[in-house]
């Protein structure tokens, strides 16, 4: 299985194995799983020493560590001077912004509410590609955005109610709101600079970008939560985001992404909330409240009818199908 990762990770798409689509859908579920993990177990090590902005420190340059580490046994690529300094546009929102939004975000608010706004970043991607991308927008479009948009409206509006950091924090939730559109943002702007490099070259200039950013702003304050009195247990939390919740799960999702459709990879986001709401209420950090449940089914109704909605390739084929038929009538 080994080489096989390494095949999808490195080479262009070879003719479909029989072994291949299983690899990509287990690459896709475990970084969901990973992701959907991180959330409880970030909200624990923030309960106990570290802080949000700590966390994201950690987290950015341990990840610009091993992705450096990482790219010295991947295929070099030559990246001309205008896409390195591309690289750290793509910086700011997919990480920077990001991250730091989503890491403060966790602080503030419950895992359970972190994890389900973040499977609303298709309708976001959905919304920017139609400004930015040009993309049709169709009235099952349009219904999926109400929907999610109606499931995040009744998250805040519970946490506004509550304002507990096991049911939910308004600030907290925006942020992660924040984060996703960031997120999309990046993904609208930066897509055709990010294909056109392997995982390891992407993320190493990414990450680097993204910790000359914060550590100097976010480096003294780093260090001193360190070089204090924190338990083993911390640590290992903080190691987990690192190293599984980054490093590895940005890996897996390549891997995963070279294979399957986007429409599949979007839908194992709906993992995320699963993983992290169990985790929770297992972990006693996290209730789990009937608006809640509502909110999810809202969300995922809607992020489902984005993704299965026509993008305007879809259509431009469609068009171009039926003038074919009617020429050869």
Known sequence: MGNELCANIF??????????ALIAHLCMFGACAGWGLMAPVGKDAMTHGF?????????????CLLFWLASLFAPRERV????KLLFAGAAVF???????????????????????????????????????????????????????????????????????????????DLLCLFAQFSFALYLSLFNPLIRRYNVFTVNKYMFSWATLMLLPFTGAHTLAIASGPLAAKAWAEVGYVVVIGTFFCYILTMVGQRTLRPTV????????????VGASLLMGIGILKPTHALAVALVFSGVWLVTKSKSRRDLEKQQAAAAEAAAAR
């Open 11 to 20: 080479v262009p798409l070879q003719p479909m194995k029989t072994n291949r």
């Open 51 to 63: 802080d949000g902005l700590s966390v994201v420190t950690f987290r950015v340059a341990g990840a």
């Open 80 to 83: 001309p001077l205008r896409d």
């Open 94 to 172: 997919g990480l920077v912004c990001n991250q730091c939004c989503y890491t403060m975000g966790l602080s503030l608010t419950s895992p359970i509410n972190a994890s389900i706004v973040t499977t609303s970043m298709p309708i976001f991607a959905m919304l920017l590609a139609a400004l930015i991308l040009k993309e049709p927008v169709t009235g099952k479009k349009a219904l999926g955005v109400l929907m999610g948009c109606s499931g995040a409206l009744m998250l805040i509006l519970t946490s506004a109610a509550h304002a507990s950091d096991k049911v939910g924090d308004i600030r907290g």
């Open 265 to 276: 990879v979007s839908v194992y986001n709906y993992v995320q909330p699963i993983v992290s």
